[in-house]
């Protein structure tokens, strides 16, 4: 390209026009501008320009060399405006092309969007309502809190892609990647959760099933797999019948099958196939019944009174013979004072009892052995035992989140330390 203002050769045939410089119209100039610059160069060498206009195989040479440069120049030069503008130029026909620019672009644009503190506080709103949401509602509000906690990760990993500071402090990167995937695990947790209560007699092995659950969409956890018995339970009561410790015996199987025994309470779980038994204050008196009926095999069961101590004067419940459609009430009545208010005691099973058994008008009182004769069958009293009622979690991240809750508090630990330390205290 020649200089503002520099003359242009003549396009002229010969070697003595170029000499006597004359000149020509700046449209015809690009061929003889470059031999003007190779003359001039040569000169500078100190070489003189007859010299050069009589070697002539040179000076054609030196021509054809310094063209392909100014081609190539200008190939560069058309390549780099059509990048500019989302083209790009072929090195050998120079035609254009859409290039993925428009793309990168667009995505850069999405990026920075999602990077926005504006998103950030609408998350936050969001994730906030959820929680108020999920703790005032009595249906499922799993997707309330599952969107926001989504979107914030988005959020959160779309500003670790765009901020260079994370590419120069690897701690502060370090932290918010923990800080991403402890947010996805609180989302994946809720999704796949279970919370559950059931009630287990005395010597009866869990069969599956919960008296009540609240699960994730997503559950797809194993619990008829989980296999274990409730062996009895102790419980200490301190003055003014404040319970304390419990200590619940169990037998329990694992997944090879083998038999185990375990203590357990209300802050030391049975964990099996990541499911976690705690006991709970939900516990009481169980009469046991065979129920013989006429045309059958025996049913022995148990029916679970009212949790004591918390409904000591409520001891009595209405349950349906298996099979026969009879609807019996029960109640169990004791005089002893099983748990003393004036001093420390335990949970026990009274010592004299008896259970009385209504059919309509008719009343019958039993003692362990007893029986009584019913339209379908004769129910036989067996004895007095006790229940016990756990509370069962699942949630398999909350050891990640355990992980990734240690990694975040070191790599900002590690951040501030490097910070500081640059400085005298």
Request: glycine share 8%; charged share 15%.
């Amino acid at each position: 390209m020649p200089l503002p203002g520099a003359a242009l050769p003549c396009s002229g045939g010969d070697s003595e026009k170029l000499l006597a410089g004359h000149l020509c119209d700046p449209p015809r100039a690009r061929p003889r501008a470059t031999l003007f610059l190779s003359l001039a160069l040569l000169g500078t060498s100190g070489l003189a320009p007859a010299a050069v206009v009589s070697d002539v195989s040179n000076t054609n040479h030196n021509l054809s060399a310094l063209h392909e440069i100014n081609r190539n120049n200008m190939l560069n030069y058309r390549r780099t405006n059509a990048e500019k503008s989302g083209l790009s130029s072929d090195k050998t026909t120079g035609h254009s092309t859409w290039l993925s620019n428009n793309d990168n672009r667009t995505a850069a644009y999405i990026l920075h969007h999602l990077a926005s503190l504006k998103l950030t506080l609408v998350v936050l709103v969001a994730l906030g309502a959820g929680v108020l949401a999920a703790y005032l509602s009595e249906v499922r509000t799993t997707w309330m809190l599952v969107g926001p906690l989504t979107l914030f990760a988005v959020n959160l990993s779309a500003a670790v892609a765009t901020n260079p500071v994370f590419q120069r402090q690897i701690p502060l990167l370090v932290f918010h990647l923990a800080l991403i995937v402890i947010v996805l695990l609180i989302a994946v947790g809720r999704l796949t959760y279970l919370n559950g209560t059931l009630e287990l007699t005395n010597g009866v092995p869990f069969n599956g099933e919960l008296t009540s659950s609240e699960a994730g969409p997503l559950h797809r956890g194993n619990l008829k797999g989980v296999r274990f018995v409730n062996e009895g339970f102790e419980i200490d009561y301190a003055t003014g019948v404040k319970r304390g410790q419990t200590r619940n015996r169990v037998r329990w199987w694992d997944e090879d099958g083998g038999e185990r025994a375990a203590v357990i309470g209300d802050q030391h779980p049975l964990e099996i196939l990541n499911y976690k038994f705690y006991t709970s204050s939900n516990k009481g008196f169980a009469p046991l019944f065979v129920w013989m009926p006429d045309n059958g095999e025996p049913i022995k069961g148990a029916v679970h009174l009212p949790s004591y101590p918390t409904q000591e004067y409520k001891q009595q419940q209405e349950w349906i013979l298996p099979g026969s459609g009879l609807k019996l009430w029960t109640q169990l009545q004791f005089d002893e004072i099983i748990l003393d208010p004036a001093r420390p005691s335990q949970f026990r099973l009274p010592e004299r009892h008896k259970i009385v058994v209504r059919h309509g008008t008719d009343r019958h009182e039993m003692q362990p052995g007893d029986h009584v004769k019913f339209p379908g069958g004769m129910l036989v009293y067996e004895g007095l035992t006790s229940w016990m009622g756990y509370t069962v979690f699942y949630d398999w991240t909350i050891s990640w989140l355990l992980y990734a809750s240690i990694v975040a508090v070191l790599s900002l630990a590690w951040h501030f330390w490097r910070k500081f330390a640059e400085r005298p205290w």
